[in-house]
């Protein structure tokens, strides 16, 4: 079966631009959520969503933002990119509940200049 | 605020050796704790789920334990191979739906 898929894999962005990143969850899986990766501040909880609902949201500013379709399918964006945001952000899908394991995809490297 | 910490933040060991990974977290109000793997520039690769009510896990040459009362788990890695050098991270699933992470082990198993 099919993991999650996160494109494009490597993106390289000017500040001030904005970006959205795609995340394919596993079949089936109806939970999504989003992390972000740096060297300084390890793995922080972005956002995560559930049948096209967001349940919760990490403390990031508000130019970071998601939404998940009908599919599960998930996109992020990011506007206004600030050289900070320079980071590997990480998809996770779940079956549901809070209960089940959470499987990542590869990730996309996003390099602002 | 749930703290999740991860002891040693670097291992180095010679292959063939057994090992214990560490991790702590502050609260014990999780619903799940689940150890990964990430190999440089990577993704994470999950290793072991551990339910709230379960006290280990078990994966081929992988055995997770976890005691919540006293906010411990620990990663058993049996005769280590170099294939298993990489950064484990463990992490602790609260009840608003996200995962807070430790900063990470990382493992070197030399030849």
């Known amino acids: 079966k099919a993991g999650v898929t996160q494109t494009p894999r490597y993106l390289i962005k000017t500040r001030g631009q904005q970006v959205t990143l795609s995340c394919s969850p596993i079949s089936g899986h109806r939970s999504v959520s989003w992390y972000q990766q740096t060297p300084g501040q390890g793995l922080q909880f972005l956002f995560e969503y559930f049948s096209e609902t967001q349940r919760n949201k990490g403390n990031f500013p508000g130019r970071f933002s998601g939404r998940q379709f009908s599919n599960s399918r998930s996109e992020m964006n990011v506007s206004t990119l600030e050289l900070g945001d320079s980071a590997l952000y990480l998809c996770?899908?779940?079956?549901?509940?809070?209960?089940?394991?959470?499987?990542f995809g590869q990730g996309t490297r996003l390099t602002v200049v | 605020k749930q703290e999740v910490t991860q002891i040693p933040a670097a291992l180095s060991v010679p292959e063939g050796e057994n090992l214990v990974l560490n991790c702590s977290f502050t609260?014990?109000?999780?619903?799940?704790l689940q150890w990964f793997r990430q190999d440089p520039g990577k993704g994470l690769t999950s290793l072991l789920l551990?339910?709230?009510s379960q006290r280990e896990q078990t994966s081929g040459r992988l055995n997770a334990s976890l005691d919540k009362s006293s906010g411990r788990s620990t990663l058993y890695i049996a005769a280590s191979q170099p294939g298993d050098s990489a950064t484990y991270l463990c992490a602790v699933r609260n009840s608003n739906y996200q995962l807070i992470w430790g900063a990470g082990t990382k493992l070197i198993i030399k030849p």
């Open positions: 551990i339910q709230s």
């Open positions: 996770a899908s779940s079956l549901d509940t809070l209960n089940t394991e959470a499987f």
């Open positions: 609260d014990s109000a999780i619903y799940n």
